[in-house]
């Protein structure tokens, strides 16, 4: 085991990927000499060339679009989107290209693209550089969306996902970039589990939090924090979003009874609202309590000086907890409910 | 660069929409005429490979008059038509090698009729039997694409991949005068000559983006837009197949050289509707119609053909009974194609198994078979 940061882990990924499959390049603005501007990609050019690593135009639309023709051309090509933000001018591509296109042929054209996202907020960085876009691409058929949360993941699924013959929106939270963690760089992929499986963070039995990325950490420190209530809270994190490991979630759920979910992309058709209606379908009659959202508002994403306001933190996360667990519920009055944590049936 | 054209931009704006100075080897009536650039592209034509030419040119033209019927006898939900294009569409095509790999716009039958498109191929599409029904490796063509301009980047992104592969293989984007708006169009043409990638930019200036004149694209000539990219182009006549075919050789020639992309502007004239759902009298004069029928691109083909003794009356009536025959083929594949069971609807949609789409589809087959219980 090696004790890497996780970007270091989506470096060695992409490193190895490169290694295996000489099909297999990386696309993007400044990920070549820079290394990239978070240093994901660093000296991967050095060490592969500019035909594998390749700097190209400022033009989102045109990597992913040139991408989809390299995939048709048999490659398999690695396409980095600087800031979760910039992603929208190559909105079209992905969901009426790279989404379509196996469909379109019934089956005979593969689309084995991924595009590598730097994903959300917490870092304090300037507008348009700490967006959630997530809702959008779960709602387009025909694309996979993972979200790694560790190192280790982020090492694995990286390589999962560039095997895969489907594309896959690869989402790496950038507030965990320099968080380190070990990775077993010599673990046999066919051996970790796929990446479409959620996983237990931490095993609890009074709720769960079910979560995804780097609010995978919040909770836990949520957990940790109840744990000095004497409240024991499973954490799911959910790795990937699309497809979504219902099985593993309900199961949680059934042993826990209680169900916060929480995620900082925005509450209105976000994930949450997907997983709350999936979870109230299949466990409704395990259910001792509405489950709860907790999410950032319906806003734009703010100045980063307010940021703290809009990523959802330990304390309402707690809060939430306390909702669903009817403890000192007469307590919270509508004035002193944190923003974003929906209470009751009617206004939010 | 090998763009030609006025450099004064008060004359290139009043007449971009016209074919005037455009390109040509063959004036309306059939004349051949001298032109340096294009000349020596097609200088070992044989008159069999022109006879080809003229005979898919035919062929396309009835193969469109085949699915408008079609549509307006209920067959086809939809049909988008070519007429007035068959010199662009099929002498482009003509200059193709077999490993070359074209991305067609919904409007470009007559190119893949050069690729060998197979009956069935043109029609369950506009049917709504099928997203794409051709197989793309047979007849070394994308699936055909709606979205305006998509494909130049796919095009050019292909291109890449070939030139990787050091091959001498070479993409082609088809797309019309609108397209030239859209930011994809604008980005292959960035890309393609950043990597020198060896792609040819077809662009059809057929003066209408359905209701949008090609005045609404641009005040100046579109061939005039690529020598900024760096992209050599040429303005030819698009109804003129002979300088289709020397425009693309010229084009196809550099690209397999590695000297990368280029851009063709084949100013041409879209005689019928956009769809066989849009009304062009809305919006344009009859007397444009009128105007650009006298240019029309299988009469001054044959016009020339038999000027030079190199095809006859009987040869013609040949190339009708093929036209005839293949029209016949469109229609019966057309009428006999089956729709697929419903729980097709859910099959590719991934490569690899999806557990949230498996589980639709088991739901949705379960609702379905209660209905045949119940019956």
């Given at each position: 085991m090696t004790a890497l940061t996780l970007g270091a882990a989506i470096n060695a990924g992409l490193s190895e990927a490169l290694e295996s499959d000489d099909k297999v390049l990386l696309m993007g603005e400044d990920i070549g000499k820079l290394g990239g501007v978070f240093r994901v990609t660093d000296g991967l050019q050095k060490r592969f060339g500019a035909q594998r690593v390749v700097d190209t135009p400022l033009a989102e639309a045109g990597i992913v679009g040139t991408a989809v023709g390299l995939a048709l051309r048999g490659y398999r090509p690695v396409v980095e989107i600087q800031f979760d933000g910039f992603v929208y001018p190559a909105f079209d591509q992905i969901v009426c290209q790279v989404a379509k296109l196996h469909y379109r042929s019934n089956g005979r054209i593969r689309m084995p693209l991924v595009i590598r996202i730097p994903w959300a907020g917490g870092v304090g960085a300037a507008e348009h550089h700490s967006e959630s876009p997530e809702a959008y691409f779960v709602h387009t058929a025909g694309l996979r969306v993972v979200a790694a949360s560790n190192p280790q993941d982020a090492y694995v699924m990286l390589q999962q996902a560039v095997a895969s013959d489907d594309p896959v929106i690869f989402f790496e939270p950038k507030r965990l970039y320099h968080s380190k963690g070990e990775v077993d760089l010599d673990a046999d992929l066919s051996d970790a589990p796929p990446m479409h499986l959620a996983r237990i963070a931490r095993e609890g039995t009074d709720a769960t939090i079910v979560t995804y990325g780097a609010q995978v950490r919040t909770a836990l420190d949520a957990a940790l924090a109840a744990e000095d209530e004497g409240i024991s809270l499973e954490v799911v994190d959910l790795r990937s979003l699309s497809p979504l490991d219902l099985n593993t979630i309900a199961a949680s759920v059934r042993k826990t009874g209680r169900v916060v979910v929480t995620h900082e992309a925005a509450r209105e058709a976000g994930l949450g609202a997907e997983l709350v209606a999936s979870i109230t379908e299949q466990c409704f009659e395990y259910l001792e309590a509405p489950p709860m959202r907790v999410t950032g508002h319906d806003i734009p994403y703010p100045p980063s000086k307010l940021e703290k306001h809009h990523v959802p933190d330990l304390d309402r996360i707690l809060h939430a907890v306390d909702r669903v667990l009817d403890r000192g519920a007469g307590a919270v009055t509508a004035a002193a409910t944190p923003a974003g944590v929906r209470i009751d049936g009617g206004v939010r | 660069m090998t763009y030609t054209q006025t450099q004064d931009s008060s004359i290139g704006r009043a007449r971009h929409h016209d074919d005037e100075d455009a390109l040509r080897l063959l004036e309306s009536d059939g004349t051949r005429v001298a032109e340096p650039t294009l000349d020596p592209w097609v200088s070992d034509l044989s008159p069999h490979e022109l006879r080809a030419l003229h005979r898919d040119m035919v062929l396309t033209r009835r193969l469109d008059a085949e699915g408008v019927a079609l549509q307006r006898q209920g067959q086809l939900a939809l049909w988008a038509p070519c007429r007035g294009q068959e010199a662009t569409q099929v002498g482009t095509a003509h200059a193709l090698a077999p490993g070359d790999f074209v991305f067609p716009s919904y409007r470009e039958h007559g190119v893949l009729l050069g690729r060998g498109a197979q009956p069935a191929d043109y029609v369950l599409a506009w049917r709504g039997e099928e997203h794409s029904a051709y197989d793309h490796t047979t007849i070394n063509a994308a699936p055909p694409q709606i979205i305006i301009g998509a494909q130049s980047l796919h095009a050019t992104g292909w291109a890449m991949g070939a030139q990787r592969d050091g091959s001498t293989d070479v993409a082609v984007a088809y797309y019309g005068d609108g397209a030239t708006s859209q930011g994809d169009v604008n980005e292959a043409m960035v890309f393609a000559s950043s990597f020198r990638a060896p792609v040819v930019f077809v662009c059809s200036n057929n003066q209408w983006a359905i209701s949008e004149p090609v005045t609404v694209q641009s005040e100046f000539p579109l061939a005039g837009r690529a020598p900024g990219f760096g992209i050599p182009s040429l303005r030819i006549d698009g109804n003129d197949a002979l300088a289709c075919v020397a425009a693309m050789r010229w084009a196809l020639d550099r690209a397999r050289r590695g000297e990368g992309p280029s851009f063709i502007e084949a100013v041409t004239y879209r005689m019928g509707p956009h769809t066989t759902s849009d009304d062009p009298t809305r919006y344009r004069e009859p007397g444009e119609v009128e105007a650009w029928a006298e240019r029309d691109p299988i009469a001054r083909l044959e016009a020339y053909l038999r000027a030079e003794g190199m095809l006859d009356d009987g040869g013609l009536a040949e190339v009708a009974r093929a036209a005839d025959a293949l029209a016949a083929e469109v229609r019966a594949a057309c009428i006999g194609a089956t729709t697929r069971a419903p729980?097709?609807?859910?099959?590719?949609?991934?490569?690899e198994p999806h557990a949230g789409l498996a589980q639709q589809k088991a739901d949705y087959a379960q609702y379905l078979a209660g209905f045949e219980v119940s019956r």
């Open positions: - | 729980e097709t609807i859910f099959d590719h949609v991934y490569a």
